[in-house]
């Protein structure tokens, strides 16, 4: 078979309001050659590309063997996103029902392109598609369903789609800031959140490459109490102020000055703690990251970022050095308690305990 052809499928297109899918099945050892499992990376300029996760070999591997026995089924469709270069060729047809019209599904083929250049994207069935590709088996046809999105649409319907499985959540993170679409309202209040937490990783301040994510392997800062130091200050907290509470939209560039304004002397007054990783430090930990936030919060919160008094801040937090125990010693608290430096978990409880006493000394 030739290099570049075109793919010729019967398929049913069905109308869904404004939108339309295609049902159609296709051989799945065919699917590599014009399909592509898009996964997500940071191209030179730091731009999001892609939104799948790793393949799982196990998994994969687990497929391969129960195709290659007989009597194999997969009866779920895989889910396809196409770009424009595919289209859809009505048949001649008569009927009440409007909203599916049966035709054809075209597809060029170009085998010699590389994965980013080919006409389609695997939404759904990335480890099945894989299996069916390693099997030793001559052909294997699947159901699918495709669509013709743009990749920000795709990246939506990639979080839909995987709503209701055990889907990594640093990678659901790294696709808010940048997905379209009606999304579940937990995620929907976490966007902008998201979204900030992706310009922090990527900025030249204290987080820059330090938070964990898909496409930061290397950081050792959880995403995740990123996410809620940003996700309390943006909706009760200092970074409130810069929020359209009609739409959930912000002011992004004054967000992260502010954030850099506070957490930059914070890394620089508690060096030592700011450059160890959460094991080492209860100030890169979870407790640390949640309850310093708060502080930033009880200091400058309903005050600009460039009309708060930031020398004033700095002396405020050089004279928590005598009463915090980041990575050594031992935690005094208020109420007679004691914990030792690492005695403090990420729990809401140790959160909540470590912020009032911070919070306490700050307002002294």
């Known amino acids: 078979m030739a290099d570049r052809y075109v793919l010729k499928v019967p398929a049913l297109k069905v109308l869904q309001g404004s939108k339309e899918i295609y049902c159609f099945a296709v051989d799945g050892k065919k699917l590599h050659d014009f399909a592509s499992v898009s996964r997500v990376r940071r191209d030179d300029q730091k731009r999001l590309q892609g939104y799948q996760r790793p393949e799982v070999l196990s998994h994969i591997s687990s497929i391969r063997r129960y195709l290659e026995s007989e009597g194999a089924m997969l009866p779920n469709a895989v889910v396809l996103a196409f770009d424009e270069r595919v289209t859809f060729e009505p048949a001649v047809r008569g009927g009440d029902v409007k909203y599916s019209v049966p035709g054809e599904l075209i597809i060029p083929v170009d085998e010699s392109l590389a994965d980013e250049e080919k006409p389609?994207?695997?939404?759904?069935?990335?480890?099945?598609?894989?299996?069916?590709?390693?099997a030793d088996l001559a052909e294997f046809p699947v159901a699918a369903v495709g669509f013709i999105a743009t990749p920000e649409e795709q990246r939506s319907q990639f979080i839909l789609v995987?709503?209701?499985?055990?889907?990594?959540?640093?990678?659901?993170?790294?696709?808010?800031p940048e997905t379209t679409g009606q999304l579940p309202r937990s995620y929907a209040r976490r966007q902008l959140a998201a979204k900030i937490m992706v310009l922090l990783n990527m900025s030249d301040g204290p987080f820059g490459g330090r938070i964990a994510s898909p496409t930061s392997p290397g950081g050792n800062i959880k995403d995740n109490s990123v996410l809620r130091m940003l996700e309390h200050s943006i909706y009760e907290g200092a970074l409130y102020q810069y929020r359209n509470a009609e739409d959930g939209t912000g002011d992004e560039?004054?967000?992260?000055?502010?954030?850099?304004?506070?957490?930059?002397?914070?890394s620089h007054l508690f060096e030592d703690a700011w450059g160890k990783p959460p094991k080492e430090?209860?100030?890169?930990?979870?407790?640390?990251?949640?309850a310093m936030g708060f502080v930033m919060d009880r200091l400058t919160t309903d005050v600009p970022y460039n009309k708060v008094d930031w020398d004033k801040v700095r002396i405020t937090?050089?004279?928590?050095?005598?009463?915090?125990?980041?990575?050594?010693?031992?935690?005094?608290?208020s109420d007679g308690q004691e914990r030792r430096w690492n005695g403090l978990q990420n729990t809401s409880n140790d959160v909540r305990l470590l912020t009032s006493h911070l919070q306490a000394l700050v307002s002294k």
């Open 120 to 134: 389609a994207w695997l939404v759904d069935g990335q480890q099945r598609s894989a299996a069916i590709r390693d």
């Open 162 to 176: 995987n709503s209701t499985k055990p889907l990594p959540k640093g990678l659901v993170y790294e696709l808010l």
């Open 253 to 266: 560039e004054a967000m992260l000055a502010h954030l850099l304004a506070f957490w930059t002397p914070v």
């Open 281 to 290: 430090s209860r100030l890169t930990h979870g407790v640390g990251i949640q």
């Open 317 to 333: 937090l050089r004279e928590l050095a005598d009463h915090v125990a980041w990575t050594s010693g031992t935690w005094r608290f």
